[in-house]
Every structure is written in structure tokens, then in C-alpha cells.
């Protein structure tokens, strides 16, 4: 009897215990990563402006299906159906062991915030802009990757490249398959809102097979008039113009980019699916910069992507780009793009790819050294060759490379 009493009075003071402590909300972390390395064979590449002197290049590349990374991401759960969230993600050279972004360790992403299924979920820090967030689903890059098959230069930001410094973003939960998102990063110079400030919008509506999204997104140069880009190493661009390539180096000194994007899907069936994407995108000029005109870049594109097997993916893209008559220039510049793609996965998380690529460019556009300056456009492919591009109108390259994800 005495031992049951004591057994008893034991539970009913551990119960008592148990009462007096908070409870602690239910959280979890996530290690994630890629890795990501394989060789490229280019026929003919030379140093951004150069029209002469391209040589080819076989090279050990990494990154090419899926940029090396590694990152955690947690969600606390605060009650009532509110979690706290937060995301850190480095880049790195899985070839070298480099840091991708010279001090910046965590470069890709670095973000906290709060999500709701009934408020949506607001964030802050270094993350991606409304506008490929929104447009991200219908992104050539999905398929075809953004080294080989981003539109030329990724002059459209539908890659993963850029990504926003002091950045306050919300995105709406998703209603009747509609989604809107906004985000507006601040450019931190002193007595200016808007040097070197980022705003972006966009909506997207996702229901069934089919899927559509707008977007509209403006860069501004922390220096007031144009002229360097960044040169606040503080500001939203992180001290550094983004898209500089062979299409638009001699707009480095714009005093903001503008892009405006439409995209869409469909998918036709489990093996059947389709994308294809339409910008408008801007570099326009003010008092300090090297041209007088605003120069506008067209571009279309579709991506037509087969899955025959569980192991075996497929793709194949082509993209136009355009630009128009400005700044002295009558033989404005064109880019023909051809892509092709194949995975096959080894298991749930290794495959092996192979990638192929080859652009066609022809007519004139801006030199280094801005208007005073009209040279031949040169070839780009993809955003992985932006430092590099071919010297001539013409350039291909194969790629074949092992991914494993963690």
C-alpha cells in the first residue's frame, strides 16, 4: 500500500513539474546541398569586348546543371498556425573549394522571417526579388540551366544569379491559384531612397495543368545619374552591376535596369510539358553614362521538355533576342539560341547530364567604352560564358558533368 501511495505521489509531482514549464513550439533545421562538377568543351572563347583572338577550351565546370551550394533552413512553430522561418545558403566552387562571393558567406541566401497559410509569409534579408519568384516556374533554366540555356547573358534575370541585398518581401498565400508577391530592397544611401533601391512585383496563377505568371522588376544605380554601378559597396547591388555580358557592356553605366516578363506552361501530360517566356527589359541612361538612348532587349523563348522514364529527362529550347535601334546603331544586334538536355538519374539523388548549346549573333551593339563605340555583337551562351564570350557571331559548347544532392 505504502509503495502505491509513493508511486502515486511520484506521478502527480512529475505531472506538476511538467505543468509549470512553458511548452516549447515544435521546430526543425534542414542541412541541404549540391555538388555539382563535370567538363565543357567551347570552340571559341575570348574576354568580355574582345572581337579577336577566341580560342577553344576544354575545362573542368562546375555548376553547370545546378550551382554548388550548401545551406539550412528551419521553421519554428509560434501557434496559431504561424511558423518562423529562415533560410542560409552558401555558393561554392566544388572544383577549388571557393567561396563563391568574396566575403559573403552565406551569398545565396540569407533571410528570417513569417509565414501564415491564411496571411502569406513576409521575409527579410539577401533573397530573391518578387520578380523571379513569381516567374521562376516558366524559367528556361528549369531544363536547360542557366550556364547553357539562360536567354543570352541572362539578360532577363530568369536565372538564379541575382539576388537582392536588404530586402523586405512579402508573398500572398494562394487563392483560387493566384499568387502576388512584392518586394522592395533598400538602397541604404544616405539622403536618397532611391539610389540603389530594387522594387519588384508580380502575379502568378497555377491551377491544374496550366500555369501563368507577370512580373515587373527596377534596378537602380546607387550612384545618382548613372555611371559606376555600386559604387556603395553597401547598397542593394552589393557593389557590382548585374548582367554585364557581351549584350549589354556597353550599358554598364546605366542609371537603372527595367525588366518586364510574361511566362507560362502547360503540361500536357506525366511524360509532356511545355514553357515559354516573353520580356521587355531596359537600361536607361542618365547624366553620368556612356550612352544617350535607352536600350531595349526583346526576347522570347520556349522550352519543350520529355520525361519517357522515371531515370530519363529531356529537353530542348530556342530563344530569340532583340535589340533595338539606339544610340547611333542601325544594325541592331540579334541572338539565335538552340539548347538541348539529357539527364538520367543514377538514384533519387545523382544523375549524370550531358548539355549542349550554340548561338548565333549578328549585327552591331556598344563597345566598352559605351556611344562612342559600335562593334559586331558577339556570341554568349547561357549566363555561364558572360566573362567569357566568343569572339565571333558564333558559339558552341558540350558539357557533360556528375550532380548529387544532399
Known amino acids: 500500500m505504502n509503495k502505491s501511495i509513493r508511486r502515486v ?21 534542414t542541412l541541404y546541398g549540391i555538388v555539382d562538377n563535370g567538363f565543357s568543351y567551347t570552340n571559341n572563347q575570348a574576354s568580355l569586348g574582345s572581337t579577336s583572338g577566341g580560342k577553344s577550351a576544354v575545362k573542368m565546370a562546375q555548376g553547370v546543371f545546378a550551382g554548388s551550394r550548401f545551406g539550412l533552413k528551419g521553421a519554428e512553430d509560434l501557434g496559431g498556425n504561424t511558423k518562423a522561418i529562415f533560410q542560409l545558403e552558401s555558393g561554392f566552387n566544388s572544383a577549388t573549394g571557393a567561396q563563391q562571393y568574396s566575403n559573403a558567406m552565406f551569398g545565396r541566401q540569407a533571410w528570417v522571417g513569417l509565414t501564415n497559410p491564411t496571411y502569406g509569409t513576409f521575409t527579410a534579408g539577401r533573397q530573391y526579388a518578387s520578380y523571379y519568384q513569381m516567374l521562376s516556374p516558366y524559367s528556361p533554366t528549369t531544363w536547360i540551366t542557366g550556364y547553357y540555356g539562360a536567354h543570352p547573358g541572362d539578360i532577363d534575370g530568369l ?24 518586394s522592395y530592397s533598400l538602397g541604404g544611401v544616405a539622403g536618397s531612397t532611391n539610389q540603389g533601391s530594387t522594387w519588384a512585383t508580380g502575379i502568378q496563377y497555377a491551377m491544374g495543368p496550366v500555369g501563368v ?25 552589393g557593389g557590382s552591376q548585374i548582367g554585364v555580358s557581351a549584350l549589354t557592356n556597353g550599358y554598364q ?74 544610340n547611333g546603331i542601325q ?19 545523382t544523375g549524370l547530364y550531358a548539355l549542349e548549346a550554340y548561338q548565333k549573333a549578328k549585327g552591331k551593339t556598344l563597345g566598352t567604352n559605351g556611344a562612342g563605340q559600335i562593334i559586331d555583337a558577339t556570341a554568349t551562351l547561357g549566363d555561364g560564358y558572360n566573362s567569357t564570350p566568343s569572339s565571333s557571331g558564333s558559339q558552341l559548347a558540350v558539357g557533360v558533368g556528375l550532380i548529387h544532392r544532399f
Open 9 to 29: 505521489d511520484v506521478v502527480l509531482f512529475g505531472a506538476a513539474i511538467a505543468a509549470s514549464v512553458p511548452a516549447f513550439a515544435q521546430n526543425s533545421v
Open 159 to 182: 536565372d538564379t544569379i541575382y539576388r537582392a541585398n536588404n530586402t523586405l518581401e512579402y508573398t500572398s498565400p494562394k487563392l483560387y491559384g493566384l499568387t502576388v508577391s512584392g
Open 213 to 237: 505568371a507577370v512580373a515587373f522588376s527596377r534596378i537602380n544605380n546607387s550612384t545618382a545619374g548613372g555611371g559606376t554601378w555600386g559604387a556603395d559597396s553597401t547598397t542593394t547591388n
Open 253 to 326: 553605366t546605366a542609371q537603372a535596369q527595367q525588366r518586364f516578363a510574361v511566362g507560362g506552361g502547360y503540361k500536357f501530360n506525366a511524360a509532356w510539358d511545355v514553357t515559354a517566356t516573353y520580356s521587355n527589359v531596359q537600361y536607361i541612361p542618365g547624366s553620368g553614362s556612356k550612352f544617350h538612348d535607352t536600350a531595349i532587349f526583346n526576347t522570347a523563348g520556349a522550352v519543350l521538355h520529355w520525361k519517357p522514364a522515371v531515370a530519363w529527362d529531356f529537353a530542348t529550347g530556342y530563344s530569340y533576342t532583340r535589340a533595338t535601334r539606339a
Open 331 to 349: 544594325d541592331n544586334a540579334q541572338y539565335h539560341q538552340f539548347n538541348l538536355s539529357e539527364y538520367y538519374a543514377l538514384s533519387k539523388r
